[in-house]
């Protein structure tokens, strides 16, 4: 197994972004999780506009864990699973709180990773990690390099394991990845993360 | 996303820019959610090519146009017709229905009404169901721009065909939303008979005065943009402007739990997130 040279216990929030290919990953990844891990993280995964029920509890139910839509100035809670909602981009506020935003989509998505990654950055610096997993568009890459320029621990899911590799790829260009991960190595650092909260 | 990226943006440079704005302008946008707000600004300095902080204040400062301008681009006014189109059917078959059971003719506030996509979208639904002149509807906004243009009634022809029709058609309206626009050079203009009784009016919500009594208000995805402090201002403003079991709708991932007056409203559809005034 891989060594991590990078864990600590000064995380406070783990970012996880996706798109095409990435439901089964995520869905491995977090029911892959301890009951109790500690850190809160908010997911954002490219999905249906029109579709604002159903996603959160299909997740839920394939991964034996709560997953839940913030609702505007949600306060960010240890150990909760988030989603962005359909049609809405999801944020960080200072003071450990969600916002959300109707702006315009950005690389034509709303909710968009990239502004999750960006305010997460800005409100918890280096104490961030950001995940980005298969996808199909840019979405994501710049979020990842502002995380890494703010200090934060930036993953990639191993190109060669995504079913589309293109969001990975993207990020591995525009910025340095602190890990390129197989999703089994995901799940070994996150319960290696885990253990440091002990 | 940007090409040209300019340095960050600190959270001391915003509460200057905020507090330049306060005395020249006496617009307060110290309560504004701070992620977003400084998001927009960063846009606007891209957008505009400004060097620095220091240079967008002095320029704000001194240029009442430039000023303008900022505003408007400063607020979000991304919208769309029949947006969440469950919502619009909640409006037409349980609310509406209900408010018309105690009175014949009744006031609507859209608050935060930007480009007039939602105004559109109540007038439709008021015209199918056979009351728009039973309706008096007041929208209201911050940027006397967008109210400009809200009354042009001209829309992207794309966002129309990709949008905002296929909201309307999972609203299952009475016809289809091409009967309410013409095409002309590649826009969409609105049938404008629909604002017979509409009036639009500048108002700013912060530190807003009450412009009437209203038995429907429509605020959606407007709040997301402020503060919890600013938040519970508002629906103070909201609470003051609705008759007893008058109702306010905000949006669907909105919620007022964390604000004061809460006990005031109790909620009637969750998942429209629709509440009704209980208590005065």
């Given at each position: 197994?891989?060594?991590?040279?990078?864990?600590?216990?000064?995380?406070?929030?783990?970012v996880?972004?996706?798109?095409?290919?990435?439901f089964?990953?995520?869905?491995?990844?977090?029911?892959?999780?301890?009951?109790?891990?500690?850190?809160?993280?908010?997911?954002c995964?490219?999905?249906?506009?029109?579709?604002?029920?159903?996603?959160?509890?299909?997740?839920?139910?394939?991964?034996?864990?709560?997953v839940?839509?913030?609702?505007?100035?949600?306060?960010?809670?240890?150990?909760?699973?988030?989603?962005?909602?359909?049609?809405?981009?999801l944020?960080?506020?200072?003071?450990?709180?969600?916002?959300?935003?109707?702006?315009?989509?950005v690389?034509?998505?709303?909710?968009s990773?990239?502004?999750?990654?960006e305010?997460?950055?800005?409100?918890?610096?280096?104490?961030?990690i950001?995940?980005?997993?298969?996808?199909?568009?840019?979405?994501?890459?710049?979020?990842?390099?502002?995380?890494h320029e703010?200090?934060?621990?930036?993953?990639?899911?191993?190109?060669s394991?995504?079913?589309?590799?293109?969001?990975?790829?993207?990020?591995?260009?525009?910025?340095?990845?602190?890990?390129?991960?197989?999703?089994?190595?995901?799940?070994?650092f996150?319960?290696?993360?885990?253990?440091?909260?002990? | 996303m940007?090409?040209?990226?300019?340095?960050?943006?600190?959270?001391?440079?915003?509460?200057?820019?905020?507090?330049?704005i306060?005395?020249?302008?006496?617009?307060?946008?110290?309560?504004?959610?701070?992620?977003?707000?400084?998001?927009?600004?960063?846009?606007?300095?891209?957008?505009?090519?400004i060097?620095?902080m220091?240079?967008?204040?002095?320029?704000?400062?001194?240029?009442?146009?430039?000023?303008?301008?900022?505003?408007?681009?400063?607020?979000?006014?991304?919208?769309?017709?029949?947006?969440?189109?469950?919502?619009w059917?909640?409006?037409?078959?349980?609310?509406?229905?209900?408010?018309?059971?105690?009175?014949?003719?009744?006031?609507v506030?859209?608050?935060?009404?930007?480009?007039?996509?939602?105004?559109?979208?109540?007038?439709?639904?008021?015209?199918?169901?056979?009351?728009?002149?039973q309706?008096?509807?007041?929208?209201?906004?911050?940027?006397?721009?967008?109210?400009d243009?809200?009354?042009?009634?001209?829309?992207?022809?794309r966002n129309?065909?990709?949008?905002?029709?296929?909201?309307?058609?999972r609203?299952?309206?009475?016809?289809t939303?091409?009967?309410?626009?013409?095409?002309?050079?590649g826009?969409?203009?609105?049938?404008?008979?629909l604002?017979?009784?509409?009036?639009?009016?500048?108002?700013?919500?912060?530190?807003?005065?009450?412009?009437?009594?209203?038995?429907?208000?429509?605020?959606r995805?407007?709040?997301?943009?402020?503060n919890?402090?600013?938040?519970?201002?508002?629906?103070?403003l909201?609470?003051?402007?609705?008759?007893?079991?008058?109702?306010l709708?905000?949006?669907?991932?909105?919620?007022?739990?964390?604000?004061e007056?809460?006990?005031?409203?109790?909620?009637?559809?969750?998942?429209e997130?629709?509440?009704?005034?209980?208590?005065?």
């Amino acid at each position: 197994m891989a060594r991590f040279d990078h864990i600590s216990s000064k995380y406070k929030l783990i970012v996880i972004g996706g798109s095409a290919g990435s439901f089964q990953v995520v869905s491995r990844i977090l029911q892959a999780l301890p009951e109790d891990f500690p850190l809160p993280i908010a997911m954002c995964l490219h999905r249906l506009k029109d579709v604002r029920e159903g996603f959160a509890e299909a997740l839920s139910l394939k991964t034996n864990k709560p997953v839940v839509e913030p609702l505007d100035k949600e306060l960010i809670k240890k150990g909760t699973i988030y989603l962005a909602p359909a049609n809405y981009h999801l944020c960080v506020e200072l003071g450990q709180t969600f916002s959300l935003s109707t702006e315009e989509p950005v690389n034509n998505s709303r909710p968009s990773i990239d502004l999750l990654f960006e305010t997460a950055a800005y409100a918890y610096r280096d104490k961030l990690i950001g995940i980005l997993l298969s996808g199909a568009n840019r979405d994501g890459a710049w979020g990842m390099k502002k995380i890494h320029e703010r200090g934060g621990l930036t993953i990639v899911q191993e190109p060669s394991e995504c079913l589309i590799d293109t969001m990975p790829a993207s990020a591995m260009q525009a910025t340095r990845i602190d890990y390129v991960l197989r999703s089994d190595q995901i799940i070994d650092f996150l319960r290696k993360l885990h253990k440091q909260y002990a | 996303m940007e090409n040209i990226e300019k340095p960050e943006i600190e959270i001391a440079q915003l509460r200057r820019l905020i507090e330049m704005i306060k005395k020249r302008y006496d617009y307060d946008f110290s309560n504004y959610a701070m992620s977003s707000f400084r998001r927009r600004v960063q846009r606007f300095i891209e957008l505009f090519r400004i060097e620095s902080m220091e240079e967008l204040i002095r320029k704000l400062e001194l240029d009442k146009q430039f000023f303008k301008t900022f505003l408007s681009e400063i607020t979000v006014n991304v919208t769309e017709m029949f947006r969440d189109p469950t919502f619009w059917v909640e409006l037409r078959d349980e609310i509406i229905p209900s408010i018309l059971m105690n009175k014949k003719e009744f006031r609507v506030w859209h608050a935060g009404c930007s480009s007039g996509e939602e105004v559109f979208s109540m007038a439709i639904l008021l015209d199918e169901m056979g009351i728009l002149d039973q309706v008096e509807i007041v929208a209201t906004d911050i940027d006397y721009s967008i109210l400009d243009k809200a009354q042009q009634a001209t829309y992207n022809l794309r966002n129309m065909e990709e949008v905002n029709k296929k909201n309307y058609q999972r609203f299952m309206g009475k016809r289809t939303l091409e009967a309410y626009y013409k095409v002309e050079d590649g826009k969409a203009v609105m049938d404008k008979t629909l604002l017979r009784n509409v009036q639009f009016v500048e108002h700013n919500l912060v530190n807003g005065e009450k412009i009437g009594v209203f038995d429907l208000i429509l605020c959606r995805n407007v709040m997301i943009y402020f503060n919890q402090t600013l938040q519970n201002e508002v629906l103070k403003l909201f609470h003051a402007s609705l008759p007893r079991y008058g109702y306010l709708a905000i949006g669907s991932k909105e919620s007022l739990i964390w604000c004061e007056y809460a006990n005031k409203f109790i909620i009637v559809n969750n998942n429209e997130k629709i509440y009704k005034k209980i208590r005065d």
